[in-house]
C-alpha cells in the first residue's frame, strides 16, 4: 500500500505532529504523581509489586471488578484470589475480559459472572501495549488475539468501570508513539476501509490485514484473522511519531466500515508504572480543557 507522501495527505499529518491540534489550543491538567519506593528489583519482581499494589489499594469487599487481559493482569488475578481466601475480601464477583482471564480467576478462587451491556463495574485492571505520556491514553490489541479474547468486549468492560487502573512496565510509558494502532473492520468490502485509511495516514503509516497464521503481507494472505464477532482487524503501523493519540482515533473512528479500534481513552484512569526503583502512580481525573 502507498506509503509516499502526498498533498492529499496534509491535513492528516499535520493531526499527527502538530503540537496544537486543529479543535483549539489544549491545556492539560497536569497528572497528579506519585512515587512507592521499593528495594531495587528485576522487572517481574517489579510487576508482580504492581499486581499487587493494584489489588490492595483499590480493590474493595464487595465490589464487581472487571478481570483484564495479559501478564500483570494474571498476577493480579492471582492476589485478588489469595486475598479472597485469607479473608482479606469477600464478596467479590469478577468480570472478565478474555476466556484466559476467566480460567485464571476460575482457578483463583474468584466467583465469575459474564458481561452484560447493563452490567454495573465498580473497578476494572487491565494491561496495556502502549500508554501514551501525559494523556494516559493507552493502546490495547497489538498482541496476537487468542482464542476467546475480543477487543471489544474488553473495551466494553473497561469503558462500563467506575474506576480503571492500567498495569504496566515503564518502558510501555511514553511519548511520540510509533507502532500500530489495531483497528476492528467490517469484513464486506474490507479493502474500501482499508485504503481509506491507508490514504487518511499517507506516508505517516502502513495498513496490514492481520493474518491468523504466518506472516501473509498487507493483505492478509487467504487466512486473515475473523474475530469471534466476524470481524477483521487491520493493523495501522505509525511509522511517524503520533503527536496527540485521542485526535487520530477519532479520524478513525469516522471511517465508514470501522467498527471499533485499540485506542483507549478513559476518565478517571490510573496507571500503575513498575520499574526497578519502585512504582510511579498517575492519576488522570478530569478531561483536558479544550477552548
Not at 519482581?45 to 483499590?58: G, I, N, P, R
Not at 493502546?139 to 492500567?166: D, P
Not at 510509533?178 to 481509506?196: D, F, H, K, R, Y
Not at 467498527?259 to 478530569?286: E, F, M, R, W, Y
Amino acid at each position: 500500500m502507498a506509503s509516499v507522501a502526498s498533498s492529499s495527505s496534509f491535513s492528516t499529518r499535520h493531526l499527527l505532529r502538530s503540537p496544537t491540534p486543529r479543535l483549539g489550543r489544549r491545556r492539560c491538567r497536569p497528572n497528579f504523581l506519585r512515587m512507592v519506593t521499593r528495594s531495587c528489583l528485576d522487572d517481574s519482581s517489579a510487576l508482580l509489586q504492581a499486581a499487587e499494589y493494584t489489588v490492595d489499594t483499590y480493590v474493595k469487599s464487595g465490589m464487581v471488578v472487571g478481570l483484564g487481559s495479559g501478564h500483570a493482569s494474571g498476577m493480579a488475578i492471582q492476589h485478588l484470589g489469595r486475598q479472597l481466601r485469607t479473608g482479606n475480601l469477600k464478596d467479590i464477583v469478577g468480570i472478565p475480559m478474555s476466556v484466559a482471564s476467566a480460567s485464571e480467576a476460575a482457578k483463583a478462587g474468584i466467583p465469575l459472572d459474564t458481561y452484560q451491556e447493563s452490567s454495573k463495574i465498580d473497578f476494572a485492571f487491565d494491561d496495556a501495549d502502549v500508554i501514551e505520556e501525559g494523556t494516559l491514553v493507552a493502546i490495547i490489541g497489538r498482541r496476537k488475539l487468542q482464542s476467546g479474547e475480543s477487543i471489544i468486549q474488553e473495551k466494553s468492560i473497561i469503558n462500563a468501570s467506575n474506576k480503571l487502573v492500567f498495569i504496566v512496565e515503564e518502558n510501555q510509558y511514553k511519548g511520540g508513539l510509533e507502532g500500530s494502532i489495531p483497528v476492528l473492520i467490517q469484513s464486506l468490502n474490507w479493502m474500501a476501509t482499508a485504503e481509506e485509511i491507508d490514504d487518511m495516514f499517507l506516508g505517516d503509516a502502513e495498513v496490514w490485514r492481520r493474518p491468523s497464521m504466518g506472516q501473509a503481507g498487507p493483505l492478509g494472505g487467504e487466512f486473515p484473522v475473523v474475530t469471534r464477532e466476524g470481524h477483521n482487524i487491520l493493523d495501522v503501523i505509525f511509522t511517524s511519531p503520533i503527536e496527540n493519540l485521542a485526535e487520530v482515533a477519532k479520524s478513525l473512528g469516522k471511517v465508514d466500515g470501522v467498527v471499533d479500534h485499540g485506542v483507549v481513552s478513559k476518565i478517571p484512569c490510573t496507571v500503575v508504572i513498575a520499574s526497578q526503583n519502585g512504582l510511579n502512580i498517575l492519576d488522570k481525573l478530569t478531561a483536558d480543557i479544550v477552548g
